[in-house]
């Protein structure tokens, strides 16, 4: 797995993960923002790495090679790992099983796994995918159609397309089923990590379910409402915000 570093002077790390159908370059109009403060790690994850034909694999194991990547090169403690969407689930698998501490675990629109029966979660994903594989064949315009309640802009969307058409099918199938079906310790590991769990205005029924399993396993979770950005909107539309937020935490 590549991984992307700025500011490597800085003593606070920070290891920022990217949702799915983009890639590390999700981060680029934060990196100017908090490279001076922090050491940032930005990792390409695997099946979205224009620099690697590997396949994603799923949550668990990027989460562990990650965990694997911190201790052999020595970090001695992460300030936070921040992760949107499928990156939230892999910033929690990371705080599960930390190897070195980490003091804040940032879930910005986080899934987490659906209590539902296996066969039903299947058909999800099953949805998901297919919906990708259209937007993949159809490209901007029905892309434009699917997030059409968001504020992206055709560039943005043109990105989105791009990206899709480097996804194999057999990373955009694992990624959501994956997502939908990780494996959280149980009982959930005691951790000193401080939790948040961060979701856009107008997001709330889309996110109801995720805020109810952390509310339930995490209750320490710190919870934070963003502006109407749509789902993983943050980084992309309002990049001096999330600079903001991730400072106040120091």
Same mark, same amino acid.
């Given at each position: 797995m590549n991984i992307h570093e700025f500011g490597k002077e800085n003593k606070e790390t920070l290891l920022l993960i990217h949702p799915s159908i983009v890639k590390w370059d999700y981060f680029d109009y934060v990196v100017p923002l908090l490279e001076k403060k922090y050491h940032l790690l930005i990792p390409a994850l695997p099946g979205y790495d224009s620099e690697d034909d590997s396949d994603f694999t799923s949550v668990e194991q990027i989460a562990r090679d990650l965990n694997d990547w911190l201790k052999v090169? #020595?970090? &001695?403690?992460?300030f936070a790992v921040y992760g949107c969407s499928m990156g939230g689930s892999i910033a929690l698998m990371v705080a599960l099983g930390q190897r070195i501490p980490i003091r804040h675990c940032i879930m910005d629109g #986080?899934? &987490?796994p659906y209590q539902l029966p296996w066969i039903v979660t299947r058909l999800i994903a099953l949805k998901d995918y297919l919906?990708?594989?259209l937007g993949r064949a159809?490209?901007?315009a029905l892309l434009e159609k699917a997030f059409a309640t968001d504020n992206?802009?055709?560039?943005?969307?043109?990105?989105?397309a791009d990206v899709l058409k480097h996804c194999?099918?057999?990373?955009?199938w694992r990624t959501f089923d994956s997502c939908n079906n990780y494996k959280?310790?149980?009982p959930v590991p005691k951790l000193e990590t401080q939790m948040h769990y961060w979701y856009a205005k107008g997001e709330e029924t889309e996110r109801k379910l995720d805020i109810r399993y952390i509310e339930r396993k995490f209750p320490q979770t710190v919870f934070e409402i963003l502006p109407e950005l749509g789902h993983g909107g943050l980084a992309l539309l309002k990049p001096e915000l999330f600079a903001e937020m991730i400072c106040k935490l120091s």
């Amino acid at each position: 797995m590549n991984i992307h570093e700025f500011g490597k002077e800085n003593k606070e790390t920070l290891l920022l993960i990217h949702p799915s159908i983009v890639k590390w370059d999700y981060f680029d109009y934060v990196v100017p923002l908090l490279e001076k403060k922090y050491h940032l790690l930005i990792p390409a994850l695997p099946g979205y790495d224009s620099e690697d034909d590997s396949d994603f694999t799923s949550v668990e194991q990027i989460a562990r090679d990650l965990n694997d990547w911190l201790k052999v090169k #020595g970090c &001695t403690e992460l300030f936070a790992v921040y992760g949107c969407s499928m990156g939230g689930s892999i910033a929690l698998m990371v705080a599960l099983g930390q190897r070195i501490p980490i003091r804040h675990c940032i879930m910005d629109g #986080g899934i &987490t796994p659906y209590q539902l029966p296996w066969i039903v979660t299947r058909l999800i994903a099953l949805k998901d995918y297919l919906m990708m594989m259209l937007g993949r064949a159809g490209g901007v315009a029905l892309l434009e159609k699917a997030f059409a309640t968001d504020n992206y802009s055709k560039e943005d969307l043109q990105y989105v397309a791009d990206v899709l058409k480097h996804c194999s099918r057999k990373t955009l199938w694992r990624t959501f089923d994956s997502c939908n079906n990780y494996k959280v310790p149980d009982p959930v590991p005691k951790l000193e990590t401080q939790m948040h769990y961060w979701y856009a205005k107008g997001e709330e029924t889309e996110r109801k379910l995720d805020i109810r399993y952390i509310e339930r396993k995490f209750p320490q979770t710190v919870f934070e409402i963003l502006p109407e950005l749509g789902h993983g909107g943050l980084a992309l539309l309002k990049p001096e915000l999330f600079a903001e937020m991730i400072c106040k935490l120091s």
